[in-house]
């Protein structure tokens, strides 16, 4: 039962453009959604997160977009730079507790 | 700040040997986790402790995995015996006491030939 899905396993975009990654979840207990990229051969690192109080977060070029009724969220990456170039995770807690529930990834290529 | 530490990066080890992971977390960090990443799949919680209690151990295969945080600071997991469904990468990852955001080492390859 995948709680968190990734459905595009892999997209590949131009330098300067936008990037977006999407992710679906299915489990109404999920109110806290991160973010994390990885790079080959290193552990994940947290890029960007949303609390389902908000619709929205920005952190420089990473935005973050929430739709509760559509239980879906998306990352967007404005301008997209080749180092950006990674599987990129979305994640997912709740119910008050802190575990994290990963979809299967989405891997990104920035071609110049 | 210093990250998360694990050891070793790379193990092989044959089916039915016994094989351990180390990890010490970021300090000051009272959460601690074991993920499991199968090759194609997103990390998968394996057990989580906060300080040195365990907190979620549901999807710990427990006849043949076992973990431990002596002193709430440095994690061990290990596996005994191992099976070839076992292959995979190890991550360990620690929060800070009620923040969700949590941090990775790089992992412990491991290989079951």
């Known amino acids: 039962d995948q709680q968190v899905k990734q459905n595009s396993p892999s997209l590949s975009v131009q330098e300067g453009r936008i990037s977006i990654l999407n992710c679906d979840y299915t489990?109404?207990?999920?109110?806290?959604f991160l973010w994390y990229k990885k790079y080959p051969a290193e552990g994940p690192t947290f890029l960007i997160s949303?609390?389902?109080?908000?619709d929205k977060n920005e952190d420089g070029r990473f935005t973050v977009f929430l739709n509760k009724s559509a239980k879906h969220l998306s990352l967007h990456i404005v301008p997209s730079q080749p180092g950006d170039s990674a599987v990129y995770f979305c994640?997912?807690?709740?119910?008050?507790?802190?575990?994290?529930?990963f979809g299967t990834g989405t891997q990104l290529k920035v071609e110049l | 700040e210093a990250g998360v530490a694990q050891s070793p990066r790379y193990k092989i080890i044959e089916k039915r040997q016994s094989v351990a992971f180390w990890c010490n977390p970021i300090s000051g960090h009272a959460t601690l986790y074991w993920y499991q990443q199968i090759l194609g799949q997103g990390p998968k919680l394996l057990i989580q402790f906060q300080n040195n209690g365990v907190v979620d151990d549901s999807q710990l295969p427990k006849d043949r995995f076992s973990a431990e945080r002596l002193k709430g600071v440095d994690s061990t997991l290990k596996i005994q015996p191992a099976k070839l469904e076992d292959s995979a990468v190890y991550l360990c990852?620690?929060?800070?006491?009620?923040?969700?955001?949590?941090?990775f080492g790089q992992g412990t390859r491991l290989t079951v030939v």
């Open positions: 994640a997912a807690a709740g119910g008050g507790g802190n575990k994290l529930t």
């Open positions: 489990n109404s207990m999920f109110d806290y």
């Open positions: 990852a620690s929060s800070g006491l009620g923040r969700i955001e949590a941090f």
């Open positions: 949303i609390s389902s109080i908000k």
